[in-house]
Nanobody, 122 residues
Framework: QVQLVESGGGLVQAGGSLRLSCAAS????????VGWFRQAPGKEREFVGT???????YYADSVKGRFTISRDNAKNTVYLQMNSLKPEDTAVYYC????????????????WGQGTQVTVSS
């Protein structure tokens, strides 16, 4: 069993940066791929990016070049560095864990956090 807790959300102006953290409980966290998803009001939850156990990353086109995912297995934490934020990045951001290879589908993740709100003002 893995429990995930996101933090680091908040209010930022367009063009600014935030770093989200996904802290996990459980000794086997390093064995899981971790994904980030987001959900804006009235919209479906969408894929943002993922990192596999070997460090391979994959990003949605909408965030490629602006967002970076990294992991620190010693701290049981995965980070989402978000730069050049835009108002359309406003959403609740969720992290999820499952499998070992980087993956983009929600159904491929077994464990989810509660989410953290990111609001980007124009």
């Amino acid at each position: 069993q893995v429990q995930l807790v996101e933090s680091g959300g908040g209010l930022v102006q367009a063009g600014g940066s935030l770093r989200l953290s996904c802290a996990a409980s459980g000794r086997t966290f390093s064995m899981y791929a971790v994904g980030w998803f987001r959900q804006a009001p009235g919209k479906e939850r969408e894929f943002v990016g993922t990192i596999g156990t070997g460090g391979m990353t994959y990003y949605a086109d909408s965030v490629k070049g602006r967002f970076t995912i990294s992991r620190d297995n010693a701290k049981n934490t995965v980070y989402l560095q978000m730069n050049s934020l835009k108002p359309e990045d406003t959403a609740v951001y969720y992290c999820a864990a499952g499998g070992s290879s980087a993956r983009i589908r929600r159904s491929e993740y077994d464990y989810w956090g509660q989410g953290t709100q990111v609001t980007v003002s124009s």
